[in-house]
């Protein structure tokens, strides 16, 4: 059975810097791409970077530039460097398999606030 973790979340203030990270356990990671979404309240989840298993990134245009995926298969570990956030960047953050999603993890929160 596949589990996903997320850690990293906390709070911090506009301009800040976190980074997220998902633990994989239970399937070969490296043969998959991977995704991170959010879900802020009373908002639709929402796609926010994607990595290939051939390390290929995307982004949406609302955090290209500022936000960073990257995966650390020897680790089984996917990451979401987040830079310059913003308080619209205030969500829970989850991180899943692209395409086809595992269960869910818990997610990991980011409040960004002055």
């Known amino acids: 059975q596949v589990q996903l973790v997320e850690s990293g979340g906390g709070v911090v203030q506009p301009g800040g810097s976190l980074r997220l990270s998902c633990a994989v356990s239970?399937?070969?990671?490296?043969?998959?791409?991977m995704v991170w979404y959010r879900q802020a309240p009373g908002k639709q989840r929402e796609l926010v970077a994607s990595?290939?298993?051939?390390?290929?990134?995307n982004y949406p245009d609302s955090v290209k530039g500022r936000f960073t995926i990257s995966r650390d298969n020897d680790k089984n570990t996917v990451y979401l460097q987040m830079n310059s956030l913003e308080p619209e960047d205030t969500a829970v953050y989850y991180c899943?398999?692209?395409?086809?999603?595992?269960?869910w993890g818990q997610g990991t929160q980011v409040t960004v606030s002055s």
């Open positions: 899943n398999r692209a395409g086809a999603p595992w269960s």
């Open positions: 990595i290939t298993s051939a390390r290929l990134s």
């Open positions: 239970g399937t070969m990671f490296r043969f998959y791409g």
